[in-house]
């Protein structure tokens, strides 16, 4: 079983959609959850982190967080073909120095 | 500004040498870490460093050697020993290793010839 696990895609959404982003872990002693975004040829972007169970929300992003469920997950809101992009979820242990686990990430596609 | 900066953005290598990839940042972090992406995977850890003249071994070190001379620098050297070099390397830092939302630089993608 990976650590992190993610659906490899591609999710595909018409634009001003809801994409739903899911991520589920392995470790339950994981305390920091993060999402970035990285589009082909760049690097990581960090979008959101959250660290308590139940919902943040930023702008178009909401994070969701289930440490019952192992689960995390982001939702974009009002899609943009701008969002098109891969979704990397990583989490980690936090406290002294954890790993941090990334999973293989999303590849979302907001069609016109 | 801010932020992390990495060069070269490519970097082609011929088989036995030995390059090094250079990190800087200015954000004033503690951590920084260096990874590699390979397609379909994700990011694997190299090396991290916690504080200034300390570093460890991540999961896939073999064949890589760094060094934290200074709180801004942790450049990574791919040893002849690596052997299969090819794939985008990724630097990172974070505040602290407490504090660990990790920000990532633009990275160099390694070729080897």
């Known amino acids: 079983q990976k650590e992190v696990e993610q659906n490899s895609g591609p999710l595909s959404v018409p634009e001003g959609a809801i994409a739903s982003l899911n991520c589920t872990y392995s470790d339950r002693g994981s305390q920091s959850f993060f999402w970035y975004r990285q589009y082909s040829g760049k690097s990581p972007e960090l979008i959101m982190f959250?660290?308590?169970?139940g919902d943040k929300e930023d702008g178009r992003f909401t994070a969701q967080l289930n440490k019952a469920s192992q689960y995390v997950s982001l939702l974009i809101r009002d899609s943009q073909p701008s969002d098109s992009a891969t979704y990397l979820c990583?989490?980690?242990?936090?406290?002294?120095?954890?790993?941090?686990?990334f999973g293989t990430g999303t590849k979302l596609q907001v069609i016109p | 500004d801010g932020g992390i900066t990495q060069s070269p953005k490519y970097l082609f290598r011929k088989e036995g040498q030995n390059v090094t990839l250079s990190c800087e940042q200015n954000?004033?972090?503690?951590?920084m870490y260096w990874y590699r992406q390979d397609p379909g995977q994700g990011l694997r850890l190299i090396y991290y460093s916690q504080i200034v003249n300390d570093f460890q071994k991540g999961d896939i070190a073999e064949g890589y050697s760094v060094s934290r001379e200074k709180k801004e620098s942790f450049p990574l050297t791919v040893t002849s020993a690596q052997k299969n070099p090819t794939a985008f390397y990724l630097c990172?830092?974070?505040?602290?290793?407490?504090?660990?939302?990790?920000?990532f630089g633009p990275g160099t993608r390694l070729t080897v010839l």
């Open positions: 990583a989490v980690s242990r936090s406290g002294g120095y954890q790993k941090v686990t």
């Open positions: 990172a830092s974070s505040i602290d290793h407490i504090r660990d939302t990790q920000y």
């Open positions: 959250i660290y308590s169970n």
């Open positions: 954000l004033n972090h503690d951590a």
